[in-house]
């Protein structure tokens, strides 16, 4: 009753059995996986079965180990393939030994997911007749053709669900995708009318991401390894499922097909075509997944490139921790410059005189602070905030700060002149400097990040700029002693800075000429 599904076997005599494809083996097993003369078997008069592998392709297991000879003993299991039966003993004390080879496959039937390849040789030994094969072999060129014109990951899945509905006779469909915390979600879940349905049993879809292998089962309920509570709330009868295997042999997600009425059941034939499908989709998963990590990785680059000097900015795209939400705490040295009666300024000025000459004086300056190894975290209205520190921090941070803070007031007096002679308003600009410890990482959403500084050290910095006047470049105490000799400061007692904690630090103003 092999063909039925009945894997029940019983080996009696002496005669050497052919377990193999071939209708007209011995033990037939008609599996994609099973070789069409697989191995020989032979009664022993103890009892026992002598295994020979036939030169089999996918081998055969005992106990999970592969052999080419071997001696079975009741309770042993040998795989063909993945095809896998237990020895049992039968019969009565009185009659001659016999054995019976117990299979699974009435209930579930896995098989170990193969290459893209062999998926394709495996289909063409369908024993569904050759019609059926070639029509098979049609629909998933045809599928295979449709995804490749398919460039948007959403509408690809969506893409995938209807060539499932259009392949197999199922009521529901899902595709499962694993995430970026490893954990496996499903992004596609429907039946034919088109209705949201419910999630896919955790047992089946876990179990074949975990073990890596495509699942058959015509009786989910009854089988203790896919019964779980979801299988029996929802009514899933027949059941296949495969993984996503991607070229490193990572499962990527999940393709999962189910019936929930009695009649209609999967077979190995139609595992055969979904493992083949699965492997289609994983290289179209695959390689949707790597066009957005390199359009990612584009716009992280394009968008770091704004704020870094290059060398920095190249660093920071190049490392996904550094783009990914979270951060760090670590010492960093922050820079606060903001141009003094502005406001005044630019009611004076038409807007787009008032645009334009303030896009010029930031451009003079991001360049200065580029120039000195700095970072722009960001503008705030005229004011520039800036640091260094990041990624990771130097021994010079606070000099080059301090030399990029003389590098922009001697800018802004070139600036300025020229301004005065085009009759354009001067700038007259406070500039304060201080060192300590920040957050530093990126706030916000997985859509829309910003990679910025957070803490007392960036309060610190901006007081200090409040300070300072126009012209002036104040540092705090804690900057001033790790600054290299041969940079002249003078102390400001008049100045005071307040703190939350601690005592107020002394303030020195560092000289611009």
Known sequence: MADAGDRRFEIAGSAPLVVGR???????????????????????????????????????????????????TVGDTIAFGTIAFTLEQAGEADQPPSAWFDGERALRHERAVPSLEQALADLTQSTAGHALTTARLARLVGIAQHLGGVT?????????????????????????????????HT??????????????????????????????????????????RSVHQQAVRSAMAAPLMGSQRVTLGVLYVDHLREGPEFTDDDLALLVAVAAIVSVAVEREAATARLLQAAHTRANVARYF????????????????????????????????????????????????????YFAVMVSCLFRHGGALDKFIG??????????????????????????????????????????????????????????????????????????DTVNI???????????????????????????????????????????PQAIWQVSAA
């Open 22 to 72: 071939e209708l007209s083996s011995t033990l037939p097993v008609l599996d994609p996986v099973v070789s069409r003369r697989h191995a020989e078997l032979r009664l022993a008069d103890d009892g026992t079965v002598d295994v020979c592998d036939l030169d089999s392709r996918n081998g055969t297991w005992v106990n999970g180990v592969r052999v080419s000879h071997a001696t079975l």
């Open 382 to 455: 005229d004011a520039i905030m800036a640091y260094w520190g990041v990624p990771a921090a130097g021994e010079h941070d606070v000099d080059q700060a301090v030399a990029a803070a003389i590098d922009m007031q001697q800018a802004l007096r070139t600036l300025n002149t020229r301004w005065e002679h085009e009759g354009r308003a001067r700038f007259d600009v406070g500039i304060g400097i201080h060192v300590g410890d920040a957050f530093v990482g990126n706030i916000g959403s997985p859509q829309r990040l910003e990679f910025t500084l957070i803490g």
């Open 309 to 360: 000097a290059p060398h920095i900015a190249a660093r920071i795209a190049d490392d996904a921790g550094l783009a990914a939400p979270g951060g760090t705490r670590q010492r960093v040295v922050v820079l606060f410059r903001d141009v003094r009666g502005f406001t005044i300024i630019a009611e004076a000025l038409p807007p787009t005189q008032m645009a334009a000459q303030l896009n010029e």
């Open 152 to 184: 948007d990951l959403d509408a690809l899945l969506d893409a995938i669900a209807d060539d499932l509905f259009g392949t197999f006779e199922a009521d529901r469909v899902a595709i499962l995708l694993r995430g970026t915390d490893d954990q496996l």
């Open 187 to 228: 992004r596609v879940s429907r039946d034919r009318a088109g209705a949201i349905a419910r999630p896919v049993p955790r047992a089946i879809a876990h179990g074949v991401a975990e073990r890596q292998v495509a699942l058959l089962t015509n009786d989910a309920r009854r089988d203790t390894r896919t019964a779980g």
């Open 461 to 503: 910095a901006n007081r200090l700029c409040a300070l300072a006047a126009g012209g002036d470049i104040l540092i705090s105490d804690a900057a001033r002693v790790e600054l290299a000799p041969g940079t002249t400061c003078t102390a400001r007692p008049d100045l005071i800075l307040p703190r939350q904690q601690g005592s």
